[in-house]
């Protein structure tokens, strides 16, 4: 069955040290978003793809990167972590829309702690 | 800035009761919205999409959209203990997505 996975699942880093997270998708969707859900905010998009090379900034884009080299993969960078960055983070993907909107599907998550 | 907002309550109701959750939106040219589930811990899985005027059923839940009054609702009919979760409003516009902040529901045996 085709998915979306997150690794790692939860991570504690410290501050100012570089950290990836990894989202693997096996829909062949061209659209991938990640996302942070904080308490209070709901969830904020941070970055999005709309395929191979493409990227774009969203909401909260500030210390973050990310990088999209295939259609599976969308790793999200946090360049110097600070402790705000702590949060939880979703990766999602959805199909190439036509005249419509179709449905995002989400990872399961990834708990970061910066101390 | 495009906004959903939601009553984030928390909402609580008896077990077999009609839940009814509602969210506005600001973008008057969104054309798509969604219901998303989201248990404590978990992802967002959805439940309900709609892009129309009216209301779409799907089992015991019914979405209902009116875009004259950009208004959105998600009700549950015969609500079990297990659609005590979170549930996130979400509308759509230029391939993003922008998500309420959440309503709270709890069914109670």
């Known amino acids: 069955d085709a998915e979306i996975t997150q690794s790692p699942r939860h991570k504690i880093t410290e501050t100012g040290r570089q950290v990836t997270l990894a989202c693997h998708q096996t829909w062949n969707h061209n659209n991938m978003f990640w996302y942070r859900q904080d308490l209070g905010h709901g969830l904020r998009l941070i970055h999005y793809s709309y395929g191979v090379q493409d990227t774009n900034k969203g909401e909260v884009s500030d210390g973050y990167s990310v990088s999209r080299s295939n259609t599976e993969d969308l790793p999200l960078t946090l360049e110097s972590a600070a402790s705000s960055q702590t949060s939880v983070y979703f990766c999602?993907?959805?199909?190439?829309?036509?005249?419509?909107?179709?449905?995002?599907?989400f990872g399961p998550g990834t708990r970061l702690t910066v101390l | 800035q495009k906004e959903v907002e939601q009553n984030s309550g928390p909402l609580s109701v008896p077990e077999g009761a009609i839940a009814s959750l509602n969210c506005t939106y600001s973008d008057r040219g969104s054309q798509s919205f969604f219901w998303y589930r989201q248990y404590s811990g978990k992802s967002p899985e959805l439940i309900m999409s709609i892009y129309s005027n009216g209301d779409k059923e799907d089992g015991r839940f019914t979405a209902q959209l009116n875009k004259a009054s950009q208004y959105v609702s998600l009700l549950i009919r015969d609500s079990q203990p297990s659609d005590s979760a979170t549930y996130l409003c979400a509308g759509h516009t230029g391939n993003q997505f922008y998500f309420g902040t959440g309503t709270s529901l709890t069914v109670i045996p």
């Open positions: 999602a993907s959805s199909r190439e829309f036509a005249g419509g909107a179709d449905t995002q599907y």
